[in-house]
């Protein structure tokens, strides 16, 4: 009726104003007292990890190590996607003619598996190249992200000059700070980045930061500077937003309701047996 009334005073001459059309917005955006505890900042991606990443990995490897759905999820993932290790198959083709050169292939295969057993591939001697695979996997996983450093020499009965140093996220210092190698390259996370964003240095530490009950008076460098070209980070970089520079735990969105239901249940075994 009030639209039928305006347009009836404007026919007889006499308009009467309009009401304001209101602005529309998204209904996520907006405000009011059923949001205001929504509390938000604009910051970039590297600038959210640095503040939480420390302890979202901690909080992540405790509920590994003591929740059950936590640690069935990160087995559920290894094994989905390594099972009993990926292996190579090779398709090298003759040089004349369409066909595989079987004894090549085999020849190369045999090849790599001695070079994966863990005297030869692992620098540490502990692990085989299946077991770098799953342990690279449940590392994602659960810290969400590792590194894995080329080492160029020969360890155990290996014939060639490569092997794999498998380091923790820890391992990587997210506070260095230290002078850049070249003009307009930046340290991001304990990583050193050219202007187009591509890792040139990683700064590791020569110890475990979290290794203090195994203190040691032998004198060295703090820092250990690794060219990007020998180290391989493994992180979800598809689920990251751009210009991510180092992963967070896959388990990140789900753990505080998982702290939470943890809580609950144990609270609620006290008081049945109270």
């Known amino acids: 009726m009030g639209i039928r009334n305006a347009w009836r005073e404007l026919w ?30 604009v910051a970039s991606a590297d600038s959210e990890i ?20 936590a640690k069935s999820a990160v087995r559920v993932v290894r094994n989905s996607v390594v099972g009993q290790g990926v292996r190579m198959q090779m398709q090298v083709m003759r040089q004349r003619g369409s066909k595989l050169d079987t004894r090549m292939n085999e020849m190369i295969e045999k090849e790599w598996s001695k070079w994966g057993r863990k005297d030869s591939c692992n620098t540490a ?64 996370l304990g990583i050193e980045l050219d202007k187009f964003g591509r890792p040139v240095n990683y700064a590791f530490f020569s110890k475990h930061p979290g290794d203090t009950a195994f203190p040691t008076t032998q004198p060295g460098k703090r820092h250990i500077i690794v060219a990007a070209k020998d180290v391989i980070h493994l992180w979800d970089r598809t689920s990251a937003r751009p210009g991510q520079n180092r992963g ?27």
């Open 12 to 41: 007889r001459g006499n308009p009467e104003p309009m009401p304001k059309r209101r602005a529309r917005a998204y209904a996520a955006a907006g405000g009011g007292r059923l949001l205001s505890d929504w509390v938000t900042v």
């Open 50 to 69: 640095k503040g939480s990443l420390k302890r979202l990995r901690s909080r992540s490897r405790q509920l590994v190590r003591d929740n059950d759905y």
């Open 125 to 188: 001697g502990q692990l085989c190249f299946a077991d770098i695979e799953k342990v690279a996997v449940s590392s994602m996983c659960e810290s969400g992200e590792i590194f894995i450093r080329i080492i160029r020499q020969k360890f155990g009965r290996s014939r060639v000059n490569f092997a794999l140093e498998v380091l923790e996220a820890d391992m990587v210092d997210e506070e260095y700070t230290g002078p850049a190698t070249t003009p307009g390259n930046v340290w991001k």
């Open 248 to 274: 967070v735990p896959w388990l990140s969105s789900a753990m505080q309701r998982m702290h939470h239901l943890d809580g609950w249940e144990q609270a609620s075994v006290v008081r049945a047996r109270a």
